[in-house]
């Protein structure tokens, strides 16, 4: 499969850099210095998060992140889909979407969200931590994505100094997108990430299809439509109305 070299190009778009993939002298991930946390999204905690803005990831995301694309509303925080005066308000992307994404890095701990995803081809809903160049540290990166062309089912995977190819697809038995459920991921200082939806584990990666991530990481979650990437995610076509992902809580344990 294509994926690792796309997801490549994707994290370095996002950055707007080339970078080189190994950096040597890896820092502890326990320097990093956000503590545990819950957010039940009443509101936008600006000490704790900030809205992607005035910007695109390229490469394969056909998308512009809008900070107006990222509400709250009901006890919910909602990242919004849609053609909102695109393609000049939308960095030039003919979609508008909302990214979420934590102003601390987080160490080894329990990460955990509340959500309900978007049922649409072509589309991904994540929640997932990353790091990289840009907090000058080595890209690692743990996954939870919901692919719209299958609601039924969760992408899991990691990233080490830019090497990722560790997809595992579970499936869920329900539909993502029809309700709230709960998708968490232990990271543990001694070798092992482990999965969980709705409180069961259903995966553990060891270190034995590659090495784990060491670094700090950013909590984030986003919503978007891919292109180039059909053979992924299916072709997307927008349905002629707004798209939410919705997010009813997010927490953090630190271990």
């Not at 499969?1 to 796309?6: A, E, V």
């Amino acid at each position: 499969m294509s994926i690792p070299r796309s997801r490549t190009r994707r994290a370095l778009a996002a950055l707007g850099i080339a970078v080189a993939l190994t950096v040597p002298g890896a820092v502890p991930a326990q320097a990093a210095i956000g503590p545990s946390f819950t957010d039940d999204f009443n509101g936008f905690d600006t000490g704790r998060w900030y809205k992607a803005d005035g910007y695109s990831n390229g490469s394969m995301f056909n998308v512009g992140w809008r900070a107006d694309h990222v509400t709250f509303g009901g006890g919910t925080m909602n990242l919004n889909l849609d053609t909102q005066t695109c393609p000049g308000g939308c960095s030039g992307k003919p979609y508008a979407s909302g990214e979420y994404r934590t102003t601390d890095l987080y160490s080894y701990g329990r990460f955990e969200a509340r959500l309900k995803a978007v049922r649409n081809p072509g589309t991904v809903t994540s929640f997932f931590t990353y790091t990289g160049p840009s907090d000058n540290q080595p890209w690692d990166e743990i996954d939870v994505e919901i692919l719209g062309k299958n609601t039924r089912q969760v992408q899991l995977n990691y990233f080490t100094n830019g090497v990722g190819g560790h997809e595992t697809v579970i499936n869920l038995g329900f539909d993502a997108a029809a309700g709230y459920h709960n998708y968490a991921f232990e990271w543990w200082r001694g070798g092992t990430i482990n999965w969980f939806v709705d409180g069961a584990l259903v995966h553990q990666e060891n270190g034995s299809r590659g090495p784990l991530p060491t670094h700090p990481q950013r909590i984030m979650m986003n919503l978007w439509p891919g292109i180039g990437v059909d053979s992924w995610l299916q072709p997307f076509t927008y349905p002629g109305y707004r798209l939410t992902a919705g997010y009813d809580w997010a927490k953090y344990t630190k271990y």
